[in-house]
């Protein structure tokens, strides 16, 4: 059974930096591309960024909207993926989902951004 | 970037009613649309796949039409676990975008 379990949200200052988790489990991680995905309280689905295999040399694409402050990487030997979230801004408030090929998701982890 | 232009926004429909949810994109995207049901505190959960075909496990009242630009969603007899809120997809090009959402409540 595919599982994903996302971790590491919490609350942050404007400007602040946050590493989140999403740790893999009953697949082949390193064949897979994965995706970070957002929702901001009350809102609709925005799609964050992805993480090409390593067949696709472990490429990464991200929305214009954290371009530059967000960063995907993965560590295969352990079947996690990571979202580094560096500059903060308030309207970075949302859940983070990792997904697998769009069937599989997470549970999603909180992250505050706040003073 | 590809606009997903998804309507209506909210729907009251009766347990029995048909459903229908549309929603356009801003260029073809040929049959690469997905159908998300996501309850209040859950992840999305895919419910159709390539515009029409339905993922395993889920109920057949659920169903998907359409391609190109035009993409339709339906529901053939609403029951009470359908409250939901229902979102389209488009992954034809990165960045992949979502419709608005359509809030899905029983009259």
């Known amino acids: 059974e595919v599982q994903l379990v996302e971790s590491g949200g919490g609350l942050v200052q404007p400007g602040g930096s946050l590493r989140l988790s999403c740790a893999a489990s009953g697949f082949t991680f390193s064949d897979h591309y994965m995706d970070w995905v957002r929702q901001a309280p009350g809102k609709g689905l925005e799609w964050v960024g992805r993480s090409r295999n390593k067949a696709n040399s472990y490429t990464t694409e991200y929305a214009a909207s954290v371009k530059g402050r967000f960063t995907i990487s993965r560590d295969d030997s352990k079947n996690s993926l990571y979202l580094q979230l560096n500059s903060l801004k308030t309207e970075d408030t949302a859940v983070y989902y990792c997904a697998r090929d769009h069937a599989n998701w997470g549970q999603g982890t909180l992250v505050t951004v706040s003073s | 970037d590809i606009q997903m232009t998804q309507s209506p926004s909210s729907l009251s429909a009766s347990v029995g009613d048909r459903v229908t949810i549309t929603c356009q994109a801003s260029q073809d995207i040929s049959n690469y649309a997905n159908w998300y049901q996501q309850k209040p505190g859950k992840a999305p959960k895919l419910l159709i796949y390539d515009a029409s075909n339905l993922e395993t496990g889920v109920p057949s009242r659920f169903s998907g039409s359409g391609s190109g630009t035009d993409f339709t969603f339906t529901i053939s007899s609403l029951q009470p676990e359908d409250i939901a809120a229902y979102y389209c997809?488009?992954?034809?090009?990165?960045?992949?975008?979502f419709g608005q959402g359509t809030k899905l409540e029983i009259k």
């Open positions: 997809q488009q992954y034809d090009n990165l960045p992949y975008t």
